[in-house]
């Protein structure tokens, strides 16, 4: 396991930061995910071999918000 943080764009409060953490969570592979609205980041702990960042990103996105990789 790998724990690598993430600059988010477009989270303004709480229920942003669950949406995304529980998008996240939802990935084979991803064991944590702590947002912050605050510091907009995203710190992801996943299985490298079962998860790329890629994948990650595409699931921000398709939350309506913009991780940088």
């Not at 790998?2 to 953490?21: D, H, S, W």
């Not at 079962?50 to 913009?66: F, K, N, S």
Request: hydrophobic share 35%; proline share 4%.
């Amino acid at each position: 396991m790998e724990t690598r943080l993430f600059p988010v764009e477009g989270m303004a409060c709480p229920n942003c930061k669950k949406r995304l953490e529980e998008a996240l969570l939802r990935l084979d592979g991803v064991g944590e995910a702590q947002a912050s609205v605050e510091l907009k980041q995203v710190e992801v702990t996943y299985d490298s071999s079962r998860v790329t960042p890629e994948q990650i990103q595409e699931t921000a996105e398709d939350c309506g918000y913009d991780l940088s990789i």
